[in-house]
């Protein structure tokens, strides 16, 4: 194909994909969701009578962002070989570090507030830098990176289109579109295209012109060529083409896109007309609706029964008055020429029937039961007759199991992010970057990079180089759910309670830290100063009184005396040892020289004997 069919095809393929989102819009409710969540019933619903409001999708959804996400997360970074050890620490310093000064927590948020209301939500994951030029050099080589960083922030869900036959997106997906809208002005000098606009600033009242302008963009990401195309709304042409940023292709070729999706129901039915999934709220709105059906019903009732009277005007002084009586004036007058309990009597109103309150029980139970939340989760009343510890207890587990799903959820999707920042620090941190380290980092690690002249004592350098190796990447489980003052100190109070059976022991330095952390929990600064204080006192050697003082002296010139004395006695000691010790040898040597005599004697005779028979054969 040729580049004009190329671009006709993508053109025809993002006006279709336009089409298609926006009608997805009216068959999935995503609109009328959202404005569920604000409150705007009326709106969503076109109501043309009054009705209470009782908005549960904001309370299930706030619920569910602070259950599910109210910590940072902690990130592990566990290396896979022994050379891997070090930059595995450096890696998970690096992310958790960069991570909070991001505020990629409040990005996250916002995806699974989104999630719960449209199903699905979207986290781009990406490298950013500012270039600038060197004034006075004109070549290919003046330009500098000025700043360089990461980023992961949260895409709106109808922003990221992909295609059609995708049954697990991303990883299946064939290509990607990540649609934007940027300033006109900006465009155009960007690209040096005669770009228009298709949209204004909301609110742009007082704006210039050229500020208030805006364009759609286009990014498509296609895995087939293995390009990354821009094609601005009004062009003839792609604005922008380049290859696969290399963080994302990995080192047996294969690419990857740069979004992670997070989607509490992984359900996708192709047999449909799309495939996205449906967002939860769809499940139980029907309960949602008929709660504040008979929620208005009550209320309409009592104001019938306080409001429906039957007068006698004949007896009333003045016939204007009843208009104060259907007002219902608050301490209006009303003159009468008789008894006034003649003039007013109550419309008898039949009651609400009582199996309207069951009724109303009975739809709050169907969508606990749907959703997967209690009303207590929630901030509401247990419905219970003893209201026991136990029986509250009994109702969070019923949620638990659901709960701890969804937790697992957060946490892989945050470990998808957090993988996908590692690929671009380690691919483009070319310049020096500073990060605190966070979490445990063993003592040995902290001395190696003292030696190497990367940590000063509160924070460590580190470029790509420092993070390379083979490691895999989580994220502690429970690091993101809540966990208040009263839980985390019923937990240091059970510790400390039990902990003598697994050999945690009063004055140890691990219980020392236990008291430091309760002391911190509650808040309590005086009394952790003077715990600190105290603990000081008690790890430093004790000084000794004058007296005591003397007494080791004393001490001390006796044992200098002892020591005197035994050296004195060793020396005597090893003196008559030596003596003796001459006296054996000499006595020896005189038993040598003794039988060294003796030996030649007897030789000397043996001669002589055997000498004897040849003289007197002589003779």
Same mark, same amino acid.
């Given at each position: 194909?040729t580049k /004009?069919? !190329?671009?006709?095809?993508?053109?025809s +393929?993002?006006?279709?994909?336009?089409?298609?989102?926006?009608?997805l819009?009216s068959?999935?409710?995503?609109?009328r =969701?959202?404005?569920?969540y604000?409150?705007?019933y009326?709106e969503?619903l076109?109501?043309?009578i009054?009705?209470?409001?009782?908005?549960?999708?904001?309370?299930y959804v706030?619920?569910?962002v602070?259950?599910l996400?109210?910590?940072n997360?902690r990130?592990?970074?566990?290396?896979?070989?022994?050379?891997?050890?070090i930059?595995?620490?450096?890696t998970e310093?690096?992310?958790?570090?960069?991570?909070n000064i991001?505020k990629?927590?409040h990005?996250i948020?916002?995806c699974?507030k989104?999630?719960k209301l449209?199903?699905y939500s979207?986290?781009?994951?990406?490298?950013?830098t500012d270039i600038e030029k060197?004034?006075?050099?004109?070549?290919?080589t003046?330009?500098?990176?000025?700043?360089e960083?990461?980023?992961a922030?949260?895409?709106?869900?109808?922003?990221i289109?992909y295609?059609?036959?995708a049954?697990?997106?991303?990883?299946?997906?064939?290509w990607m579109?990540?649609k934007y809208?940027k300033?006109?002005?900006?465009?155009?000098n960007?690209?040096?295209e005669?770009?228009?606009?298709? #949209?204004?600033?909301?609110n742009?009242?007082?704006?210039?012109?050229e500020?208030?302008?805006?364009t759609d963009?286009?990014?498509?990401w296609d895995?087939?060529?293995?390009?990354?195309k821009v094609y601005?709304?009004?062009l003839?042409?792609?604005?922008e083409?380049k290859?696969w940023?290399?963080c994302?292709?990995?080192?047996?070729?294969r690419?990857?896109?740069p979004?992670?999706m997070? !989607?509490f129901?992984? =359900?996708?039915?192709l047999?449909?007309?799309?495939?996205?999934?449906?967002?939860?709220?769809?499940a139980?709105e029907p /309960?949602?609706?008929?709660?504040?059906?008979?929620?208005?019903?009550?209320m309409?009732?009592?104001?019938r029964y306080?409001?429906?009277l039957?007068?006698d005007?004949t007896?009333?002084?003045?016939e204007?008055q009843?208009e104060?009586?259907?007002?219902?004036?608050i301490a209006?007058?009303?003159?009468?020429n008789t008894?006034?309990?003649?003039?007013?009597?109550?419309v008898?109103?039949?009651?609400?029937?009582m199996?309207?309150?069951a009724?109303?029980?009975?739809?709050?139970q169907?969508k606990d039961q749907?959703s997967?939340?209690?009303?207590v $989760?929630r901030?509401?009343?247990?419905q219970?007759?003893?209201r026991?510890?136990?029986e509250?207890?009994q109702?969070q587990?019923?949620?638990?199991? +659901?709960l701890a799903?969804q937790?697992d959820?957060?946490?892989?999707? @945050?470990?998808?992010i957090?993988r996908k920042?590692i690929k671009?620090?380690?691919?483009?941190?070319?310049?020096?970057k500073?990060? #605190?380290i966070?979490?445990?980092?063993?003592?040995?690690?902290?001395d190696?990079?003292k030696?190497?002249g990367?940590f000063?004592?509160?924070?460590f350098?580190?470029?790509k180089?420092?993070i390379?190796?083979?490691y895999?990447?989580?994220?502690?489980?429970?690091?993101?759910?809540?966990?208040?003052t009263?839980v985390?100190?019923q937990?240091?109070?059970?510790?400390a309670?039990?902990?003598q059976a697994f050999?945690l022991a009063?004055?140890?330095m691990?219980s020392?830290?236990?008291g430091?952390?309760?002391?911190?929990e509650? $808040?309590m600064?005086?009394?952790?100063?003077?715990?600190?204080?105290?603990?000081d006192n008690?790890?430093?050697p004790k000084?000794?009184?004058?007296?005591e003082?003397?007494?080791?002296?004393q001490?001390?010139?006796?044992?200098?005396k002892s020591q005197?004395?035994l050296q004195?006695? *060793?020396n +005597?000691m090893?003196?008559n040892?030596q003596? @003796?010790?001459k006296?054996?040898?000499?006595?020896? #040597?005189?038993m040598?020289g003794?039988?060294?005599?003796? *030996?030649n004697t007897k030789?000397?005779v *043996?001669?002589q004997?055997?000498?004897?028979p040849?003289?007197?054969a002589k003779?």
């Amino acid at each position: 194909m040729t580049k /004009q069919e !190329i671009f006709e095809k993508w053109k025809s +393929r993002i006006s279709h994909k336009k089409i298609e989102m926006d009608s997805l819009d009216s068959i999935k409710g995503w609109s009328r =969701y959202k404005k569920y969540y604000r409150n705007d019933y009326d709106e969503a619903l076109n109501l043309k009578i009054p009705v209470i409001k009782i908005n549960d999708v904001y309370s299930y959804v706030r619920t569910a962002v602070s259950s599910l996400f109210a910590r940072n997360p902690r990130i592990r970074v566990n290396p896979k070989r022994t050379q891997d050890i070090i930059p595995a620490h450096v890696t998970e310093c690096a992310v958790n570090y960069y991570w909070n000064i991001k505020k990629i927590k409040h990005q996250i948020k916002k995806c699974i507030k989104e999630a719960k209301l449209v199903g699905y939500s979207w986290v781009k994951v990406g490298y950013e830098t500012d270039i600038e030029k060197v004034d006075g050099v004109e070549s290919e080589t003046n330009e500098f990176i000025k700043n360089e960083d990461v980023f992961a922030v949260y895409v709106p869900h109808d922003e990221i289109w992909y295609d059609s036959d995708a049954q697990d997106p991303p990883y299946d997906c064939r290509w990607m579109i990540h649609k934007y809208t940027k300033s006109t002005e900006i465009l155009r000098n960007k690209y040096n295209e005669k770009i228009q606009a298709n #949209r204004e600033v909301k609110n742009s009242q007082g704006m210039k012109e050229e500020d208030r302008e805006l364009t759609d963009v286009y990014e498509i990401w296609d895995k087939d060529s293995g390009k990354i195309k821009v094609y601005i709304e009004g062009l003839d042409k792609f604005a922008e083409e380049k290859d696969w940023l290399d963080c994302f292709v990995d080192e047996n070729g294969r690419l990857e896109f740069p979004f992670v999706m997070l !989607i509490f129901d992984e =359900y996708i039915d192709l047999g449909e007309d799309n495939n996205l999934p449906d967002p939860e709220i769809r499940a139980f709105e029907p /309960q949602i609706l008929e709660n504040m059906k008979l929620r208005s019903l009550q209320m309409e009732h009592i104001k019938r029964y306080n409001r429906m009277l039957v007068v006698d005007k004949t007896k009333l002084v003045d016939e204007t008055q009843m208009e104060a009586i259907k007002r219902g004036d608050i301490a209006g007058l009303i003159e009468a020429n008789t008894d006034p309990s003649t003039v007013f009597a109550p419309v008898p109103y039949p009651p609400v029937q009582m199996d309207a309150y069951a009724v109303g029980s009975l739809i709050a139970q169907d969508k606990d039961q749907i959703s997967g939340q209690s009303s207590v $989760e929630r901030g509401g009343a247990a419905q219970t007759k003893t209201r026991t510890l136990g029986e509250l207890q009994q109702i969070q587990a019923g949620t638990a199991g +659901r709960l701890a799903e969804q937790q697992d959820i957060v946490e892989e999707f @945050t470990a998808n992010i957090a993988r996908k920042m590692i690929k671009v620090m380690r691919t483009y941190f070319d310049m020096p970057k500073f990060a #605190r380290i966070s979490g445990s980092v063993s003592q040995s690690v902290v001395d190696i990079m003292k030696q190497q002249g990367k940590f000063d004592g509160f924070s460590f350098k580190f470029t790509k180089e420092d993070i390379q190796g083979e490691y895999d990447i989580d994220v502690v489980p429970g690091s993101t759910v809540p966990l208040d003052t009263a839980v985390r100190t019923q937990k240091i109070l059970e510790m400390a309670r039990y902990g003598q059976a697994f050999g945690l022991a009063p004055g140890t330095m691990a219980s020392i830290q236990l008291g430091k952390n309760l002391m911190e929990e509650n $808040e309590m600064k005086e009394v952790s100063i003077a715990y600190d204080m105290d603990v000081d006192n008690m790890l430093k050697p004790k000084q000794p009184t004058p007296q005591e003082q003397l007494k080791m002296q004393q001490q001390q010139l006796n044992l200098a005396k002892s020591q005197k004395s035994l050296q004195v006695a *060793d020396n +005597r000691m090893a003196s008559n040892e030596q003596s @003796t010790m001459k006296k054996k040898i000499d006595n020896m #040597r005189s038993m040598q020289g003794t039988a060294y005599n003796l *030996d030649n004697t007897k030789k000397a005779v *043996d001669i002589q004997k055997s000498m004897q028979p040849q003289e007197k054969a002589k003779k």
